[in-house]
């Protein structure tokens, strides 16, 4: 029988994603509590997924912008708390990324789980040494470089491919246009997809993009919520949604 988890998400970004997905994928057994970080005033906000600079996501990414929020989703009892910003690993780097996780887990209690480390799991996992990284239209120029940065720190390689065809409203992105996008613009010198951005709602195009690529398909929410699901020992039937479901939940160990 499937089990009740309820997690709590971390969020800087003002669009809507894991608080939409992640249920989605999980169907009615998982509740998602949402928290976002309150911005400082004097950030600059230019993109959906605000904020968008590397340096206001650093300031937002440290134990004193985080503590209350933790502090208040602890009080909610969640399960598990899943940071859900691509970018902010992006910004801090995976080093800095796995202490701040610690950090957090230390004060709430649970497993803390974050998209950018979830992904880099995953690809290990399959062996994968080459991935197609599919940023989002409003993610700024200097995320592509730092993205590649993030996955070939850690020995991966990288080919970024930023979707600019696709609408820059978070909103209006349907599945089928990432479909189109992705299978035009991938081809057999990667070994996987990593659809980056909690933001990015793309869960749905995952299983057709595996199809017609022959790949290993990963996007930000889906690694979130099998990375949620390893560091819980939450044991649930997820269908639809992609190989990770499939076969590396076995091997899947969270922080």
């Not at 700024?140 to 409203?169: K, N």
Request: no cysteine; proline share 6%; aromatic share 6%.
């Amino acid at each position: 029988m499937d089990q009740a988890l309820t997690v709590g998400v971390l969020t800087p970004h003002a669009a809507a994603g894991p608080e939409v997905e992640i249920p989605a994928m999980a169907s009615a057994t998982l509740e998602v509590i949402v928290t976002r970080i309150p911005r400082r005033r004097d950030s600059t906000v230019t993109s959906p997924e605000s904020p968008s600079t590397a340096a206001n996501l650093r300031t937002l990414a440290t134990p004193a912008a985080l503590r209350p929020a933790v502090e208040s989703l602890r009080e909610a009892s969640v399960d598990a708390i899943a940071y859900a910003s691509t970018t902010s690993g992006y910004a801090i780097g995976p080093p800095a990324e796995t202490d701040l996780t610690r950090q957090l887990r230390d004060w709430a209690g649970v497993p803390v789980v974050t998209s950018g480390l979830a992904a880099t799991q995953a690809l290990k996992i399959f062996g994968v040494r080459r991935v197609a990284l599919i940023h989002p239209p409003w993610f700024e120029e200097e995320m592509a470089d730092l993205g590649a940065r993030y996955f070939q720190d850690q020995e991966i390689d990288v080919v970024t491919l930023a979707a600019t065809s696709l609408p820059e409203d978070p909103t209006q992105v349907r599945p089928e246009q990432v479909i189109a996008f992705v299978s035009e613009q991938v081809d057999a010198s990667t070994e996987a997809v990593f659809i980056a951005g909690n933001g990015f709602r793309a869960a749905s195009a995952i299983a057709e993009l595996e199809r017609r690529t022959g790949q290993l398909v990963l996007e930000a929410n889906q690694v979130l919520l099998w990375s949620l699901l390893a560091a819980t020992g939450t044991k649930l039937q997820i269908d639809g949604y992609g190989r990770l479901f499939r076969t590396g939940a076995a091997n899947a160990s969270g922080e």
